[in-house]
């Protein structure tokens, strides 16, 4: 089978597709034919050897990147019995989702409902997870709170604005004038341009910051939180910055790392099956163009999700 790989950190033309062959299962392991794969930053700054995930694989390369996928179910080993042959399941795993087959531990996936599509169960796992963890667990937000999503458009953002609107919050986003309508579609009730500045100086202030884009812009939101607000900043390379300054502000700061909870995923792939959730699918690559779609997230600007397709 086909898999992208990268033999040292660098660009995304590091990127190369190899055959390669997965051992025989485990008792508890099932086999995958990836339908596909989310990308995500993490995927491209891993393969650019940076932050927490080049960490965890540099004395392990060749890498193959992906953390979360769709697939049907081809093989499953003698202990399995959640799945059989042919079901349709998605969930987040720990790299390696960029190849036509996959190797996963059964207890890591869940089926994908029948209303479902192939392409919204790939890409929910991990933005889905980060939005809620985020918004809930770190960030404590409540009904009638106002909660600023920085990077609104993007793979967390426009979940995190679904998630936070049915959680009763007035939702406040930020993305380019091109994001507006999408952003409105999504139930976001302001909608602003952070280059505006002018827009922003008249921002009533938030309960909560959920900060999606960390570093400097980060810390430049920082101003629009109430005294003695929350702020939860999600990339994990500028955290400290972004709390340092958040604290220093008198503000409760948090980084976060998202965990795999597979009740809160399932929660969450019931509410896209009863359309309360919808992820928004912006670009799918053939699995052969992991360098163009490396190339696409690395923009920063990419709307929801994009996919690799096996
Ligand atoms: N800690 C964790 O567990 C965890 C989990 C998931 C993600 N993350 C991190 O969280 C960040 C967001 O992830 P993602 O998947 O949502 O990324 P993404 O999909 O690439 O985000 C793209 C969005 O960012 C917006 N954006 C770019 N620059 C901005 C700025 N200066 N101000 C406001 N918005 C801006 C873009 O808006 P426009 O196109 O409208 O300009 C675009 O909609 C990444 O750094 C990722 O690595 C961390």
Redesign the pocket.
């Known amino acids: 089978m086909k898999q992208l790989v990268i033999e040292a950190f660098g660009g995304p033309e590091q990127l190369t597709l190899v055959e390669t062959e997965h051992p025989p299962l485990t008792a508890s392991q099932i086999r995958l034919k990836m339908h596909f794969a989310g990308v995500?930053?993490?995927d491209a700054?891993t393969r650019a050897g940076l932050?927490w995930g080049a960490q965890a694989v540099k004395d392990r390369l060749p890498w193959s990147p992906g953390f979360e996928v769709m697939g049907e179910v081809q093989e499953v080993g003698s202990e399995v019995c959640r799945f059989m042959s042919g079901d349709r399941v998605f969930g987040l795993v720990s790299g390696g989702g960029y190849g036509e087959e996959l190797v996963v531990d059964c207890n890591e996936m869940l089926p994908v409902p029948e209303a479902v599509s192939d392409e919204m169960a790939a890409g929910l796992a991990?933005?889905g997870l980060?939005a809620w963890?985020?918004l809930t667990e770190h960030g404590g937000l409540k009904a009638g709170e106002r909660v600023l999503i920085?990077?609104?458009?993007?793979?967390?953002?426009?979940l995190a604005v679904q998630l936070a609107k049915d959680m009763g919050a007035t939702v406040v986003a930020?993305?380019?004038p091109?994001?507006h309508d999408f952003l409105r579609s999504l139930g976001a009730d302001e909608v602003l341009d952070?280059?505006d500045e002018a827009a922003l100086n008249a921002l009533a202030p938030v309960d909560l910051l959920f900060d999606?884009?960390?570093g400097t812009?980060g810390c430049s939101l920082l101003s629009h939180v109430k005294s003695g607000g929350r702020v939860v900043t999600?990339?994990?390379?500028t955290?400290d910055e972004v709390m340092a300054a958040a604290r220093r502000q008198g503000l409760t700061a948090s980084?976060?790392?998202?965990t795999n909870d597979i009740e809160q995923l399932e929660q969450l792939v019931q509410a896209v099956a009863e359309g309360r959730l919808k992820v928004e699918v912006s670009q799918v690559f053939p699995l052969a163009d992991g360098v163009a779609a490396h190339r696409q997230?690395e923009?920063?600007?990419?709307?929801?999700?994009i996919l690799l397709q096996g």
Do not use: C, F
């Open positions: 995500n930053p993490v700054k932050g991990l933005a980060t963890q985020g920085a990077a609104a458009a993007g793979g967390v953002g426009h930020l993305g380019s091109a994001n952070y280059r999606l884009v960390g812009s999600v990339p994990t390379i955290a980084g976060m790392l998202k997230i923009t920063g600007h990419t709307r929801g999700k």
